[in-house]
């Protein structure tokens, strides 16, 4: 009750709250759960440590292989980095990936370490089809590469209409910047019936399942190994990467606030979507009219995401673990 309370408070307020050299001993990370501010608008105003090259050069070649390939995983970016002229062992690729929050869509065993103190909720989407705006929403959060240093991205879509409903950005993979995305959706566009996300200790903390608990959202998480359970916002990082940052090479924070500023405003209200026969998801969000989802699943038989369940008919095309992605518009 005192957390809630705490967080009807104007942001700007809370963050005033913060002392970067505070006399009785509590750390910045300590406070900022506290106030329930992110820790990144608080260190956003001091100057950045400097970052490795090397190792920043990595990442961004770690980044650019798991959007084209996303099943590789730590063996096989070893190769890929080793036939670009790096000379890395696996398990500097393995921290390097795991500090991107990037792992191969390939299940194996132990890929992914429960928290002991987080309950984990079953997935409850599988053969629901999604017939108008606000019935799903889902999140996600992906690794961002700048020109001197590196950005996390965490982002909720409607799934009706592939509508991004909004976006945090933070320097750290803290829970605090994606309840602030979650309670912003909340308070612009209202609540779903249904909320999907993977089993992120961002997702299943206290401080999140607390808003959707508040809400009284049900609650659906992907299954352990299983990214095609969230689907489209694993396509829409595809998209965000391919058509705005690797174009624009984004150098600092405040570039890429209002980069993906303008792009998100774009991809809502211009940008024609193919699974929308060429409608905008603001259109479809807005009209109720022209979108839907349905992600089957036959166990190891064959995948299919048909998009516009109204009026179309599902898709029994194979597809490889390679191209599954593709099939997706």
Request: overall charge positive.
């Amino acid at each position: 009750m005192a957390q809630k309370k705490v967080r009807a408070m104007p942001v700007t307020l809370r963050q005033s709250w913060v002392e970067r050299f505070s006399m009785t001993g509590v750390s910045i990370s300590q406070q900022c759960e506290l106030a329930a501010v992110a820790r990144s608008t608080v260190y956003a105003h001091q100057k950045p440590k400097a970052v490795d090259g090397d190792e920043l050069l990595l990442c961004h070649l770690l980044d650019e292989a798991y959007t084209r390939h996303p099943f590789y995983g730590s063996r096989k970016m070893v190769v890929y980095l080793r036939h670009h002229g790096h000379d890395v062992n696996r398990k500097r690729v393995q921290r390097l990936m795991r500090q991107m929050g990037l792992a191969g869509m390939a299940p194996g065993s132990k890929t992914s370490v429960r928290h002991p103190m987080h309950k984990i909720y079953p997935y409850l989407l599988r053969g629901v089809a999604i017939t108008r705006p606000n019935q799903v929403w889902s999140i996600d959060l992906t690794y961002i590469r700048l020109s001197h240093g590196f950005a996390y991205l965490v982002a909720v879509i409607d799934w009706y209409s592939r509508c991004v409903l909004s976006f945090r950005l933070s320097n750290s993979m803290d829970a605090v910047f994606c309840v602030d995305c979650l309670e912003d959706a909340l308070r612009i566009h209202g609540k779903p019936d249904i909320f999907n996300s993977d089993q992120g200790s961002q997702f299943t903390s206290a401080m999140f399942i607390d808003v959707l608990k508040g809400e009284q959202i049900t609650i659906s998480m992907d299954g352990r190994g299983r990214v095609f359970d969230n689907i489209f916002v694993e396509r829409l990082w595809r998209t965000v990467k391919y058509e705005d940052i690797y174009l624009r090479g984004y150098a600092s924070m405040s570039e890429l606030q209002q980069g993906l500023t303008a792009y998100f405003a774009f991809y809502n209200h211009e940008r024609p979507h193919q699974a929308l026969s060429y409608k905008t998801p603001n259109e479809v969000y807005q009209a109720a009219v022209g979108g839907g989802a349905m992600i089957l699943d036959k166990y190891g038989h064959h995948m299919t995401v048909a998009s516009n369940v109204i009026g179309l008919t599902v898709s029994r095309r194979r597809c490889s673990a390679a191209n599954r992605v593709e099939c997706v518009s």
